[in-house]
């Protein structure tokens, strides 16, 4: 009778120790999941973002991935003197996120932010090359658009 009350509760045990192992894994895999579906949605923020007509270059020929600095500061103005437009028309878009515009080569310090809703604390960033357009000059530079989607 000892020997089967013995055997009973290692067998609980190692039930147990199989169930705390199981656990971890799933909970390790539903943050890399997480972690995915947040990499994600920055991704389709981004692509978004870089597609507003709003702020595309206004050459005839097309430039990818390229923004007019004329519309960049316009789009900015619009936003600051009209906060109602960024809750309602950009919100569906852009969601809880910053978008800020960098311009690195000619070396410049200029860094835009364009839209700016952050919620949350946590935040996934994603880094996308982009050219500047400025029509005023005629000349375009490279930049960076960062896209920092919170959760």
């Not at 947040?38 to 020929?61: G, V």
């Not at 809703?117 to 880094?127: A, F, L, M, N, T």
């Amino acid at each position: 009778m000892l020997e089967t009350i013995a055997v009973i509760i290692a067998f609980f045990v190692l039930v147990a120790f199989g169930f705390i192992v199981y656990t971890n894994i799933q909970k390790s895999s539903m943050k890399t999941k997480a972690a995915e579906l947040r990499e994600e949605r920055a991704a389709r923020i981004a692509k978004a973002a870089m597609s507003l007509p709003e702020l595309q270059c206004s050459r005839t020929q097309t430039v990818e991935n390229c923004f007019d600095k004329l519309k960049i500061q316009a789009f900015r103005n619009y936003l600051s003197g009209n906060p109602r437009a960024a809750n309602t028309q950009y919100y569906d878009i852009l969601k809880d996120s910053t978008i800020k515009i960098e311009q690195v080569y000619p070396v410049s310090t200029d860094t835009q932010t364009i839209y700016e809703r952050p919620k949350g604390s946590s935040k996934q960033s994603i880094w996308m090359p982009i050219a500047l357009y400025d029509p005023a000059r005629d000349s375009t530079s490279f930049g960076i658009l960062t896209v920092d989607v919170y959760d």
